[in-house]
């Protein structure tokens, strides 16, 4: 038996020198490495979508409800150690100058956005932050040019005041803006430039403004009957860990009712969707046409490979040994 095996070994080095079987397990690396290769890049782009589309949406999970949701949800979230932030959103007019405009009212809680960079602009610079502090508006650029308030909203900086004594006398004219939104009146501080979490509303067309969500009782603007979007944005603590995040959404689910959704990645934003199931379907036809191509380079290697041991079988039987032996 050891000198069979001894032989076998001795049969298996000549091939492998010879180049016909090296080229067969060629074949076989290339068709594995290909295919490994191609499901990693489908799996590192979802992971890539999902983590934009996160950054796009405020947070991993996203409920969206037209009423307020029972407070046993958020203390489970709380039980399962999530992070929570949450915003409203309705429509409402503004008050400034004498004007008036419709707009999108975004009442956000102070850690709001969990996920993702809420930009404002304040005095010709970014700025990345959190809510508002009470008693402030940040306002969408159009609602600062329908109300003729960028100019006092951007007061010369302090390198320019010291560059220039006109600035300085311009500077101590300008008066802090105020916006009036129901009953409340608010400081026009900043301009938004993006906000995460996006509401899927009807009025979403209008300009919007951004208040603390401290200070949305004080407007007086939310009565019975008015139109509200409820969004809890909700983060696992851990970016990496999303068991938690796995189990509330598992729990969450069968208590949805008519009007409240739950969503994370790019469930939500339709573009971004089909833009990455087009691609996990051409990289998916890519992995069988490669399937296709390394099955056939394997046949044709292992059909030439067969027909190359006919006489080394042959002259094996002569030599006296067995079917079972040579197989």
């Known amino acids: 038996m050891w000198q069979i095996f001894a032989l076998a070994i001795k049969f298996f080095k000549r091939e492998l020198f010879n180049g016909e079987l090296s080229l067969l397990i060629l074949s076989l690396v290339i068709a594995t490495g290909s295919l490994s290769s191609i499901g990693f890049l489908i799996q590192r782009i979802d992971n890539s979508m999902n983590h934009h589309a996160n950054q796009l949406n405020g947070a991993q999970l996203v409920l969206k409800s037209s009423r307020e949701i029972p407070k046993h949800w958020l203390q489970k979230a709380q039980q399962l150690q999530l992070k929570q932030a949450k915003m409203l959103v309705f429509p409402s007019m503004l008050v400034a100058n004498d004007e008036f405009k419709l707009a999108q009212i975004k ?157 994370t990645g790019v469930e939500d934003i339709k573009a971004v969707n089909a833009s990455l199931k087009k691609a996990a379907h051409y990289l998916s036809l890519a992995g069988i046409l490669t399937l296709l191509l390394a099955a056939i380079a394997i046949a044709i290697n292992s059909h030439r490979y067969g027909q190359k041991q006919y006489k080394n079988n042959a002259i094996m039987l002569c030599l006296g040994f067995s079917e079972n032996v040579l197989s």
């Not at 610079?125 to 940040?138: D, F, Q, Y």
């Not at 010291?162 to 608010?186: D, R």
Request: glycine share 4%.
């Open 107 to 263: 009442a956000v809680s102070d850690n709001f956005p969990l996920q993702g960079e809420l930009l404002v602009k304040k005095q010709a610079l970014v700025h990345k932050t959190k809510a508002p502090p009470r008693g402030e508006i940040w306002l969408d650029k159009r609602l600062a040019l329908f109300f003729n308030l960028s100019s006092k909203m951007h007061p010369p900086s302090t390198e320019q005041l010291q560059a220039s004594p006109s600035n300085t006398i311009h500077a101590k004219k300008v008066k802090v803006p105020f916006v009036e939104l129901g009953e409340a009146q608010f400081k026009a501080s900043a301009l938004l430039e993006r906000v995460p979490g996006q509401s899927n509303s009807l009025f979403t067309i209008a300009p919007e403004a951004m208040i603390n969500l401290a200070d949305l009782s004080s407007t007086a603007t939310i009565q019975p009957g008015s139109r509200v979007d409820y969004i809890y944005f909700f983060s696992s603590i851990a970016v990496d860990d999303e068991q938690a995040l796995t189990d509330y959404q598992l729990w969450l689910k069968p208590k949805l009712h008519a009007g409240q959704s739950l969503r």
